[in-house]
């Protein structure tokens, strides 16, 4: 692991016990990029998550002023998959680093689980494949970037 790696989760980890003061903020810019059927997965996120993904998407923007609409939402929708599995800080921390259990697996996972549900709910081709992570262009690399900022 790199050490800007480690730095990027120590930081996550100390954020994740952070209590959440931006819902209703972040509900706001949530609901002005996605479309009905993406804001209502998004809501489904852990708040904690949602304020990630509003700072990353937020972040993204300012390193890619150009970026369309279905662009924005594949940031705001970046960990979307891990709402389907339910794990404290410390066992995310964990399964970052090593899959112990099927959950950690599917928190792994949350790349491909994030990009079905969105094509279950219809998103844009190009959101789904910036939450699967399967795309190596400019943007992608600009949205991995800045999540690990």
Do not use: N
């Amino acid at each position: 692991m790199t050490r800007s790696r480690f730095v990027h989760l120590v930081a996550r980890f100390r954020e994740m016990g952070e209590p959440v003061t931006t819902e209703e903020s972040d509900a706001a810019f949530a609901s002005a990029v996605l479309a009905p059927d993406e804001l209502a997965l998004w809501m489904r996120m852990d708040p904690r998550d949602r304020r990630h993904a509003v700072a990353v998407t937020k972040r993204f923007a300012g390193a890619c002023p150009g970026a369309v609409r279905e662009e924005v939402a594949g940031a705001l929708m970046h960990d979307i998959g891990k709402s389907q599995v339910s794990m404290g800080r410390v066992a995310r921390s964990v399964a970052t680093i090593v899959a112990l259990t099927p959950a950690m697996r599917r928190y792994r996972d949350h790349e491909r689980i994030g990009a079905e549900m969105l094509q279950e709910v219809g998103s844009h081709p190009r959101t789904i494949e910036l939450v699967a992570g399967t795309v190596f262009d400019a943007t992608a690399d600009a949205l991995r970037a800045v999540d690990d900022a």
